[in-house]
């Protein structure tokens, strides 16, 4: 081997071991990235809520929006077991409207329903005002145009666009406080949720509200007014029909503010439902429908509302039975399984400790 060639193989070493390093560097921070990051699987699983959407395997007729008010409220599952809905709720802890249309628009770059339901609750917060809702919501999105200006809507004071591409930039910190749950769902987790919709088996009666205090105007902020005319033309510009909605929920919301929503739907031919209006009908028994005092509806209370709900919208919309759509069928019946099965288990829980170990409003995040 000649000299020249020597040196040849000695760089060709050399620049092999430097690329095996770097991909070995990158691996490691690759790893300790996805280690660091929340995993959502108990406790506060809400966090897991925008990515799961992305392992769903059907169509669907009915795609609703919104914070909690949206998906504590309605049962896909139980939809699907009356009517045949095949519904998905794209709903995250405080999700704010900007981020409503974000979603929305990256539904469809896969599918698009028949009916978008927009839950009107946070309309009340004009702007994003909390970084943990935010990575709550934004964290699980799939990369594309529509995620990198949430993202940019998004950001509180204080939070880099460079966190979110690289979240160990945000997460470091959590090395002292990882757990079983963070090692175990390193590259995988669990469905904590029942087509976006959050279970609540246990029960707590619904107590008085504090008075709420007077404002000086009830006027939607222009950024969240803003937003919502962008769903509008959204589903305008692609033959959706958009539904307003408000959950049976008495809590931090005044008439004015329901007024508010009444005129821009009367504006615009939109239909808005405040099923505040129609509890009696629903059979809402806020004693035993609720497990947190009557700020969201339990299980129970979902399903009488889901029930009331999809027969309004079977009556009222083109929606397909996917019960008689065998690949369709298929799936929701392992849904279904893993619907009564969360529930069994739920309710063991309650009879042996009296509460929700897992599920508590105080339980630490994963």
Not at 35 to 53: A, N, R, W
Not at 155 to 170: C, K, N
Not at 172 to 193: A, C, G, Q, Y
Not at 283 to 301: Q, R, S
Request: hydrophobic share 35%.
């Amino acid at each position: 081997m000649t000299d020249k060639t020597k040196k040849e193989s000695r760089t060709i070493k050399k620049v092999v071991t430097a690329l095996v390093l770097l991909a070995l560097t990158f691996a490691i921070l690759a790893f300790l990235q996805r280690l660091f990051m929340p995993k959502y699987q108990k406790g506060v699983i809400e966090g897991s809520f925008t990515e799961e959407y992305y392992r769903e395997k059907v169509p669907h007729d009915v795609i609703i929006l919104g914070d909690c008010d949206a998906y504590e409220s309605y049962s896909p599952v139980k939809m699907y077991q009356e009517y045949g809905i095949s519904s998905y709720i794209r709903g995250s802890g405080e999700q704010y409207v900007c981020q409503s249309y974000y979603l929305l628009r990256d539904v469809l770059r896969t599918e698009t329903p028949k009916v978008v339901v927009l839950s009107v609750h946070n309309l009340q917060n004009d702007v994003p005002r909390n970084e943990a809702y935010n990575r709550m919501t934004l964290d699980g999105m799939r990369w594309s145009k529509d995620k990198v200006d949430a993202i940019n809507v998004s950001m509180t004071e204080g939070e880099t666009f460079a966190s979110y591409v690289f979240p160990i930039l945000r997460y470091h910190d959590r090395w002292n406080k990882l757990t079983r749950t963070d090692f175990e769902h390193v590259f995988s987790k669990d469905i904590t949720s029942h087509n976006g919709y959050y279970m609540r088996c246990d029960i707590k009666p619904m107590e008085p509200f504090p008075p709420m205090p007077l404002q000086l105007n009830y006027r939607f902020g222009e950024n969240a007014m803003y937003y919502l005319d962008q769903i509008r033309i959204l589903c305008e510009e692609n033959g959706i029909e958009l539904l307003l909605v408000r959950a049976p929920i008495e809590y931090k919301w005044y008439k004015q503010w329901d007024e508010n929503v009444e005129k821009y739907a009367a504006q615009y031919g939109l239909t808005y439902i405040n099923f505040n209006d129609y509890a009696d009908e629903i059979g809402l028994d806020m004693n035993v429908d609720t497990y947190d005092a009557g700020v969201h509806l339990n299980i129970y209370g979902a399903e009488k509302l889901s029930v009331f709900f999809g027969q309004y919208l079977v009556d009222h919309y083109d929606l397909t039975d996917y019960r008689t759509v065998p690949y369709v069928a298929a799936e929701y019946e392992k849904d279904i399984k893993f619907y009564n099965d969360m529930r069994d288990d739920q309710l063991y829980e309650i009879a042996t400790y009296g509460e929700l170990k897992s599920y508590g409003l105080n339980a630490v995040e994963n």
